[in-house]
């Protein structure tokens, strides 16, 4: 009796696992990966270039929500350095 059980408990395991890696899959398929860069801000140049992208904006709204959910600050704390 206690061999019947086991397998299937093994049986339950097994299919849960299925399952979990085909929802693993499919949601790599379905979103592209994400790839994140850093750059260091060496001049106000490149500060202003940066602000004017992600500016909260109409025009750059969807640029500015990007950063700050990927961030998760606001666009004001970045700084030179």
Known sequence: MENVEQRQAD???AAVEQQ???RADSL???FPRITYQRLIVEN???LDSIRRTFAKQASTMRNY???TTLNRK???FV???
Do not use: E, Q
């Open 28 to 30: 790599l398929k379905r």
């Open 20 to 22: 979990r890696k085909l």
């Open 79 to 81: 700084r030179l350095g």
């Open 44 to 46: 106000t140049s490149v």
């Open 11 to 13: 049986s339950v395991k």
């Open 65 to 67: 929500r990007a950063l």
């Open 74 to 76: 606001d666009i004001y």
